[in-house]
């Protein structure tokens, strides 16, 4: 009876231990919001899936697909996917049988019989032709060996690669996706740094102009010299942050060329200005739902790690389980190599082999148990992943929409300061103002479009990384 015990226990633990090898691993349901935190008030129309086509700018349009044509970071995401693909194939072939077919020859000697051993005092001599004989063997042999895959070890490791496969494929939609949106970001700060240039020029001539007409003061005695000396900081300020500008601008460029993959040596860009007339308010998505984070690739791509490490997990468990192998030989073997494939020397044998490992049970255990907390920490990888996306996005979303108030005031700060600059010019002109009040509001002047520019670039970079937070465009 103790015996029927053990052989019922040992038996329903290969049946359930079997049955949980055929089922796909279990990735938890995760309880997330409906909605984003954020909310924001929306008057835009449908907007194109390929969000950077929602800038209308055709030489933006042209930068991306050069980019996603020559990025060699791109292009290794791609060649990375094909890798991950030949492991498929790899492990396909497991499931079919292996056949090999081999040919030898060899030269042998032979140990005779030797009769009247019982003779003691018989001698023999080793080198004696009596014996030993030598003689050529030759062998022609066809072989089949096939494991039969029954706890599903070899089906798991084709799902596990190909798992890993879709989680390359993911791993390539971040490369674009960042891509992407680096050459948007690198392309409006270059439009914005080349406009802040012109501006940051004429704020420097319009202080020279300043300084000139302060010394002209100071040396008539109608000002003091901490209203000279202030000038000429604010003149030095603009002259050095031309100088960090045209240093960005260059890099800049040089960041462009590297992203579309060629040389900054022979990389030209030509900008189009089409771009100042953008309406960033109308550019957010409308009615933005939680479920659109499904979009995003390294969510997708921690999903399918938790798929592989799953199946690494079931191919472990597997080996605890005894393997099955079929083998079969069939050949032909003769001392003459003239009529070697005839039926008087052929030989076959074929074989059943049932094997189960003991003694490296530690080891193996060790290894399941690797597994096991891969699996877990894939898991987890995999909410943490899904987390972050909520926080980027809410983040995007939130910056989105202070940022837009912020550029709101600055728009009336501008509009305040041309009216000023009108009012001033009107009052100089009529006589009423001097002409360091007319070139102090014209300097508020250039300094206000100044900060709208940079303003208007925050909410452009807003917009880009609300779109990347949502995986869009793949």
Request: with cysteine; charged share 15%.
């Amino acid at each position: 009876m103790k015996k029927l015990f053990y052989v019922g226990c040992f038996s329903s633990f290969i049946l359930i231990s079997g049955c949980a090898l055929y089922q796909k691993p279990e990735v938890p349901a995760l309880e997330i919001p409906k909605n984003f935190k954020t909310d924001i008030n929306k008057t835009n129309a449908k907007l194109k899936g390929e969000w950077w086509e929602n800038f209308h700018n055709e030489k933006l349009n042209t930068l991306v697909d050069l980019a996603v044509k020559n990025n060699y970071n791109y292009q290794i995401s791609i060649k990375n996917i094909q890798i991950a693909s030949t492991y498929v194939s790899q492990n396909l072939s497991s499931l079919f049988p292996q056949i090999s077919l081999n040919a030898s020859s060899s030269r042998n000697k032979s140990a005779s019989v030797i009769s009247n051993l019982s003779n003691a005092s018989s001698t023999v001599n080793p080198t004696s032709p009596s014996f030993s004989s030598i003689f050529n063997l030759n062998q022609l042999t066809g072989s089949v060996s096939y494991e039969v895959d029954i706890w599903n070890q070899v089906r798991n490791s084709v799902k596990q690669a190909k798992a890993d496969e879709a989680a390359s494929i993911a791993a390539s939609k971040v490369v674009r996706l960042t891509l992407i949106a680096s050459v948007v970001d690198t392309y409006f700060q270059i439009i914005t740094t080349e406009n802040n240039l012109i501006n940051l020029k004429q704020q420097y001539q319009c202080a020279i102009e300043i300084v000139n007409l302060f010394n002209t003061q100071f040396r008539s005695g109608l000002i003091d010299a901490s209203t000279l000396y202030t000038a000429k900081n604010q003149m030095e300020i603009i002259k050095s942050n031309i100088l960090v500008l045209e240093k960005q601008r260059e890099i800049l460029r040089y960041t462009m060329a590297y992203l579309v993959g060629e040389y900054p040596e022979n990389f030209k860009l030509a900008l189009d200005q089409k771009s100042k007339k953008l309406e960033t308010k109308k550019l957010i998505p409308a009615g933005i739902p939680a479920e659109m984070l499904a979009n995003r690739p390294d969510i997708q791509g921690a999903y399918y790690q938790v798929l592989s490490a799953g199946y690494v997990e079931k191919q472990n468990i597997a080996n605890f389980l005894p393997a099955v192998n079929l083998t079969g030989n069939y050949g032909y073997a003769s001392t003459a190599l003239s009529g070697l494939i005839s039926g008087s020397n052929a030989y076959w044998n074929y074989g059943i082999f049932a094997t189960q490992f003991v003694f490296d049970y530690q080891a193996r255990m060790s290894i399941f148990k690797r597994s096991k907390y891969q699996f877990e920490s894939a898991i987890l990888t995999y909410k943490n992943t899904v987390l972050n996306a909520f926080i980027e996005v809410d983040s995007a979303l939130i910056s989105y929409k202070e940022d837009n108030e912020a550029l709101l005031s600055y728009q009336r700060q501008m509009g305040n300061a041309v009216e000023l600059f009108s009012i001033s010019n009107s009052q100089y002109q009529a006589g009423l103002v001097d002409y360091s009040t007319s070139l102090a509001a014209r300097l508020n002047y250039l300094q206000s479009s100044y900060n709208l520019n940079n303003q208007k670039l925050v909410v452009i970079e807003d917009v880009v990384q609300v779109y990347k937070s949502l995986g869009l465009g793949l």
